[in-house]
């Protein structure tokens, strides 16, 4: 045996990987299978931080948002059974939005797999689909490679959860530790680097020849840390650029050639200038349904290059010209010096007149009287600091943060877009806190969705999380409701919602809490949640029958956006 | 035409259900699906047989079926020349009255009787799946008791192994040491 190793349980192993892999801070909840691993965190406390969920969606999702602003490896970790249940959620969260994530979950004992034991679930069969890749350890010697490996898949390539199911036997036997140093051995295992110079020289053929190219700005861009390589594309051939919604932030929301986020939701300019491209250049984006509307009709007449670490992307909702399956930033690195300076003035121009009548009729009108979601957003975007990070829940004051929230710097905008968990900002910004020390972190989240993760109130008091918390409070499950006024002709079935009192409510949990109902209130409000060290809370009670615009209902041509009504001609009731 | 991989993976646990909760999840169809051990040891070799018939829906299997971390290399042999075959053991109702008509029958498939019962015999036959489908037809005549068919397996005509130029050669490369981390990053791209 090597000098340096020392004999230690699985147990002990597990917090000395986590240690060795630079985990600063762990997401759990402790139960019957999992008691070992708890049991042995006294004596690693001086290392690890670890913080007690209320409900286990809410370690999975403090995980996540903690993986999203940091870019590192977030660990949630659960017993088995409905502790191990309870994750799942915020592992099929993370995976549809590629975060990057290790869960660990006790299990019965290896000798009683299979028996229906108290608490067994078969958690690695169950979230099969939704993890990256998954263990069951049935060894304890295996323990440490596991770790290893697992942390480099999530991390690596399109990153994404991997769950490790450890059985509790398993953590209380004894082997020697040893981290091993040398490279990962995954024979299966290649994420790819760069293009090839083939694809590179018709790419570029592609972008120098194209008279109205434009550039679908994805989260890849920020996975592969590739924000200055694309604004380099966009400003040395004018290329016009929109975002995806995890795409906010990529690109500078204030960049003149940046045409605001595209899709359902998205600015008219945005998707008038896909539908009219004759070329699109899609970065690390996978073309989701929300952001083509129908396939059919989908940027008809452009060629489209799709470069993507993702290999199972390409060509499998939009067919493209050329697919390049290889790192973003390496391949933008290959492209950019190879591109033509251009101005594209007409192209430019084109877009500039688009943009000037989506400012003036998409843009909630400020001066209501009444309090809408828009102001009070647009108002938190005029009061915080361009670095902030914001995390919205989801539904319409999600959307409303996409359009109202100007999106500056990379990793400040924190939302669960491809599965769109309701539920997810407290506990994400909450785990975004355990990383985001001298930032403001505003939650913007729903009476509903607020509603849905709300015992998370008590870790974010118990560890101080410095979290301002808006609720934009329309008394509706506002999302379902607008669709519910525009395609089932008003029938609001199940959709209005009740709530606490949220004053009363932070008071119970040991917060603080303020009301406001009128706009000039808000700055105030703000001042006072901020001022506040660890979480403070807003109850914002706005318009209930407000709605978000322009939309492309779904299954509809992109072009085909359902606009504001004009301000002179409205014909939208508000204030009912 | 039905789309053939021949998929060389890790002997892991839980690597077969991984692939068949791929097709399940994506709605792609199997139509079947054959795994044993390969020359490599510690791998495993399948002939993964579907019914998609679009090109680019068969790359993204491919594709798809590689983004599994224990799939070491994926061969699309759909357009390739090879070989193909089937095995099938066909239980079918015969007494002593018709066993020698049968016999004729089945040495004419190159096939064998390998048991003999009072009013039953089980045929073993192996082949192209159409020349299966042939002698099924011939013998329905007698009455089918039973039918288990294997499935097919492929491999390609010529000297070499196609997944030598991928996941296999890394494979090779890296059992006993590890490759370095970049070693493999290259290739593999658009
Ligand atoms: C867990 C979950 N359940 C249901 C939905 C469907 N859904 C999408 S938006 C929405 C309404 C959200 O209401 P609220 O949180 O009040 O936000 P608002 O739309 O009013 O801003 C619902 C129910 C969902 N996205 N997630």
Not at chain 1, 108 to 132: M, S
Not at chain 1, 141 to 170: H, M, N, Q
Not at chain 1, 384 to 397: K, L, M, N, R
Request: hydrophobic share 40%.
């Amino acid at each position: 045996m090597n000098k340096s190793e020392r004999i230690l349980t699985g147990a002990e192993l597990l917090w000395e990987c986590l240690i060795q892999e630079g985990v600063e801070v762990v997401f759990g909840y402790p139960g019957g299978a999992n008691l070992p691993i708890y049991d042995t965190l006294t004596a690693y406390r001086d290392r690890v931080r670890h913080v007690l969920v209320r409900h286990e969606q809410g370690a999975a999702h403090m995980a996540d948002g903690y993986a999203r602003v940091s870019g590192k490896v977030g660990v949630a970790m659960a017993t088995s059974g409905p502790g191990a249940t309870n994750l799942v959620t915020g592992i099929a969260t993370a995976m549809m939005d590629s975060s990057p994530m290790v869960c660990i979950t006790g299990q019965v004992a290896a000798t009683a797999l299979g028996g229906d034991a108290f608490q067994e679930t078969d958690i690695t069969g169950a979230t099969l689909p939704l993890t990256k890749h998954s263990y069951l350890v049935m060894n304890v010697e295996e323990l440490a490679e596991t770790f290893r490996e697992a942390f480099y898949i999530a991390r690596t390539g399109r990153p994404g959860p991997v769950l490790i199911d450890i059985p509790k036997d398993v953590q209380n036997a004894r082997t020697a530790f040893n981290y091993s140093a040398e490279p990962i051995n995954l024979p299966g295992y290649h994420p790819p680097e760069k293009a090839s110079d083939e694809a590179v020289t018709t790419a570029l053929d592609m972008i120098n020849n194209a008279e109205q190219p434009v550039i679908l700005a994805g989260h890849g861009i920020l996975m592969s840390h590739a924000m200055e390589d694309v604004v380099e594309l966009m400003e040395q051939a004018s290329v016009p650029a929109t975002p995806t919604l995890l795409g906010l932030g990529t690109i500078p929301a204030s960049h003149p050639l940046n045409l605001g986020m595209m899709g359902m939701h998205g600015t008219a300019c945005a998707n008038h200038a896909i539908q009219e491209a004759d070329l699109l250049i899609a970065c690390g984006m996978r073309f989701d349904d929300r952001v083509t509307g129908k396939l059919a009709t989908y940027s008809p007449h452009s060629k489209k290059i799709h470069i993507d670490i993702d290999a199972s992307e390409l060509n499998k909702n939009v067919r493209v010209d050329l697919a390049i399956n290889a790192d973003l930033a390496t391949v933008l690195r290959q492209i950019n010096p190879g591109i033509r300076k251009r101005k594209r003035e007409a192209w430019v121009t084109k877009i500039a007149e688009w943009q000037k009548d989506a400012s003036q009729r998409d843009i909630l009108q400020m001066d209501s009287p009444v309090l809408m979601g828009g102001q009070v957003i647009r108002t938190i975007w005029e009061g915080t600091p361009e670095d902030a990070v914001i995390v919205s829940d989801v539904g319409q004051h999600q959307m409303l943060t996409a359009q109202y929230y100007a999106h500056e710097h990379p990793h400040t905008f924190i939302t669960s877009g491809g599965l769109g968990t309701m539920g997810f900002s407290l506990p994400a910004a909450i785990g975004a806190s355990f990383h985001v020390k001298d930032k403001e972190i505003w939650v913007i989240v729903g009476d509903g969705g607020f509603q849905m993760n709300v015992q998370e109130l008590g870790p974010a008091v118990q560890e101080g999380a410095n979290i301002n918390i808006a609720i934009i409070n329309n008394g509706y499950l506002g999302m379902v409701r607008q669709w519910q006024q525009l395609f089932y002709e008003a029938r609001y079935t199940e959709t209005p919602i009740s709530s606490p009192d949220y004053v009363k409510l932070a008071e119970a949990y040991g917060l603080p809490g303020y009301r406001v109902e009128r706009r000039e209130d808000i700055p105030s409000a703000m001042d006072s949640a901020r001022s506040h060290q660890g979480p403070a809370l807003i109850d914002f009670v706005v318009e209930k029958h407000d709605m978000v615009f322009p939309m492309v209902p779904a299954g509809a041509s992109l072009h085909e956006m359902i606009r504001r009504p004009h301000p002179k001609h409205a014909t939208i009731e508000v204030g009912k | 035409m039905k789309q053939v991989l021949i998929v060389l993976v890790e002997d892991k646990p839980g690597v077969l259900n991984r692939i068949a909760n791929l097709f399940r999840r994506r709605n792609f169809n199997i139509e079947s699906i054959v795994a044993g051990h390969s020359e490599v040891p510690g791998t495993t070799r399948l002939t993964i047989v579907t019914d998609e018939e679009e090109r680019l829906r068969r790359n993204i299997i491919r594709q798809d079926l590689l983004k599994l971390i224990n799939v070491i290399e994926v061969v699309d042999v759909t357009e390739q020349p090879c070989i193909i075959r089937e095995y099938a053991l066909i239980k079918i109702k015969s007494d002593g009255a018709t066993r020698g008509e049968v016999g004729a029958l089945v040495d004419m498939y190159r096939g064998r009787i390998v048991d003999v019962g009072t009013r039953s015999l089980v045929i073993e036959v192996t082949g192209e799946p159409s020349k299966l489908d042939s002698i099924i037809d011939v013998l329905s005549t007698y009455g089918i008791i039973e039918i288990m068919r294997a499935g097919k397996v492929a491999i390609t005509r010529g000297a070499e192994n196609p997944a030598d130029n991928g996941g296999l050669h890394l494979w090779k490369n890296s059992r006993g040491k590890a490759v370095t981390a970049n070693a493999h990053k290259e290739g593999k791209v658009s």
